[in-house]
Each structure stands twice: as C-alpha cells, then as structure tokens.
C-alpha cells in the first residue's frame, strides 16, 4: 500500500506541475556561461486557444552601451512538467549589427513555488551553426504581480503586440477603467 501511494505521489506531482499558471509576465536575469555574466531577462506567456504563446525582452552590454531584443516564443508544458520555451522570431532590436537569423535559444524550465512566490528556474542552450558555437547558462525567473514598468511590456505596447499577451491587455484595461472613475 506505502509503495502505491509513493507510486501515485511521483506520477502526480508532474500533473501538478502542468495545471499551474504559467501565464503572465516574468522577470529575472539570464547567465551566461561563456561570458560570465549575467542579463536582464523578461517574459511574458499568455494561452490562448489551448496554446501557449510568449514573447521575451533582454538586454545585453556591449562596449558599455546597452543593447535590447524582443523575440516571439513557442512555449510548450512537457509530459515531466518542464516548461519548453524556444526562440520563434526576433519582432524588434536596437542591436549595432544585424543578428544571424539561425541562432535560436531553447529554454528547460522548472516551475517552483517558494514562500507565495512562482519562479521559473532552468538551463538554456542555443543552437550552432556555421559560425557560432551554442552558448549554454541558467535562467532564473520571478512571476510579477506588477509590470506596469517592464521593458517587456512597454516594448510590446510600442510596436502593437502589447494586446498579444492576456496579462498585459488585462492589466491594460485595469489601468485604462481606474484612469476612467
């Protein structure tokens, strides 16, 4: 009976994992293991139609300037609870070269609770090419209540994708109905 519970137990968490709420807008940093350094790190996952979709927002240093990209993401939820999040397209930069096209990053995350705070804590690799070797690191992210202030979300806003991500419409309209009373 005590090994069936256990047996239960190790199938279900995994399940547990996947009916969390990934959605909404998350912030941290992305190290990177070549470099040694560490970046500022959004993203934001909204569902729809039974998908995920996302969008990402970093900012790299380079020569002391500081430097932005905004990329669309696939997000996925894997049968171990994993979150899948993968590189689709780069929307919008301020980079001084134009970016190879074939590099993509692949992120595998954990969804984690700790003390009433939801992080998402995880490796991540690009791929290689011809000319690039894959850079690998760790991602370490907190989900925000508040992202009025986010660079994700005011990038979004700029180039007409801030309605692509439910949290930040919802919070939009939020906003919009206090400014209204």
Not at 47 to 61: A, C, D, P, Q, R
């Amino acid at each position: 009976m005590k090994s069936i519970k256990i047996l239960l137990a190790a199938f279900c968490f995994p399940m547990s994992v996947i009916c969390q709420d990934i959605t909404g807008l998350w912030i941290g940093t992305l190290y990177n293991d070549s470099t040694q350094q560490f970046y500022d790190y959004e993203i934001g996952i909204s569902k729809e139609k039974g998908k995920y979709v996302g969008f990402s927002h970093t900012w790299f240093l380079i020569d002391n300037k500081k430097y932005f990209g905004v990329k669309k993401l696939k997000v996925k939820v894997a049968s171990d609870g994993k979150i899948i999040i993968e590189d689709d397209e780069l929307l919008f930069n301020n980079y001084p070269v134009q970016p190879n096209k074939d590099v993509r990053q692949l992120n595998i995350l954990s969804l984690e609770k700790n003390d009433n705070q939801y992080l998402l804590n995880g490796p991540f690799v690009t791929n290689p090419t011809k000319k690039f070797s894959p850079l690998t690191g760790k991602i370490s992210l907190k989900k925000k209540s508040d992202f009025s202030q986010m660079d994700l979300t005011l990038h979004l806003q700029n180039i007409g994708k801030g309605k692509e991500i439910s949290s930040i419409n919802n919070e939009t309209k939020q906003i919009v109905k206090a400014e209204r009373e």
